[in-house]
């Protein structure tokens, strides 16, 4: 399989403060999926990005495929943002390839 | 109403009981799959299915059967329940596009609990 290491593990910001969270992955992948797991649960898909730069809003982020890492920013940090990030990756080749592998996530805390 | 749903959306059960979950999708995608969460940890996928006719295992199929009943069901079922298959239970879709692994969709999840 791929390992998928994120970090830091554990992020606790003030309302309002920018963060960066980060994604690392042993192979070379054409799928990388970044999530917010709510305090209910639920996942909710943030950015699907196997390469590249995009941005939604407060968020954004960027995948440097060749390097193996992907970078998930956070600006002007709500309370609403807390919640586990997780970051996913699918292989390009053999029995990698169409499965997601799940880092094991950021728990970010924004206090008011 | 949800793209992807999951039924029921809590149980809980006993040890040796035999418990089904369920995961219908109106997205259209040809691919499904069902993943696990434990507490502190990501999500680790059970089985797949790339269409009707095909069924993956995946890293943690021990203990689990599957069944794609339609492009849009697909089942998990845990035979004779023990008490470390307590977890979060999550499906997912996708569409197929070539070689190409494409974005995933997820359900809002079964929480399972078997004492």
């Known amino acids: 399989g791929i390992q998928v290491e994120q970090s830091p593990p554990d992020l606790i910001l003030q309302e309002g403060a920018n963060s960066t969270l980060r994604c690392n992955f042993s192979?070379?992948?054409?799928?990388l999926q970044w999530f917010h797991q709510n305090p209910w649960g639920q996942l909710i898909n943030l950015f699907y990005?196997?390469?590249g730069t995009k941005q939604n809003g407060r968020l954004s982020a960027t995948t440097v495929a060749t390097e193996r890492y992907s970078l998930l920013y956070i600006s002007s940090s709500q309370t609403t943002d807390s919640g586990v990030y997780f970051c996913?990756?699918?292989?390009?080749?053999?029995?990698?390839?169409?499965?997601?592998?799940f880092g094991r996530g950021t728990q970010l805390t924004v206090w008011p | 109403d949800a793209d992807v749903t999951q039924t029921p959306r809590n149980r809980i059960t006993k040890t040796g009981k035999r418990i089904m979950l369920e995961c219908s999708q109106t997205k259209g995608h040809d691919r499904m799959y069902w993943y696990r969460q434990d507490p502190g940890l990501g999500l680790r996928l059970i089985y797949y299915?790339?269409?009707?006719?095909?069924?993956n295992k995946g890293e943690i199929s021990d203990g689990y059967s599957v069944s794609r009943q339609a492009q849009a069901k697909f089942s998990l079922s845990l035979e004779s329940a023990i008490p470390n298959q307590t977890a979060l239970y999550f499906c997912a879709t996708s569409v197929t596009t070539g070689s190409q692994s494409t974005e995933q969709f997820f359900g809002p999840g079964t929480r399972l609990t078997v004492l």
């Open positions: 192979d070379s992948v054409n799928n």
């Open positions: 996913a990756v699918a292989g390009n080749r053999g029995s990698t390839l169409g499965r997601l592998y």
């Open positions: 990005i196997p390469s």
């Open positions: 299915s790339f269409d009707v006719k095909d069924i």
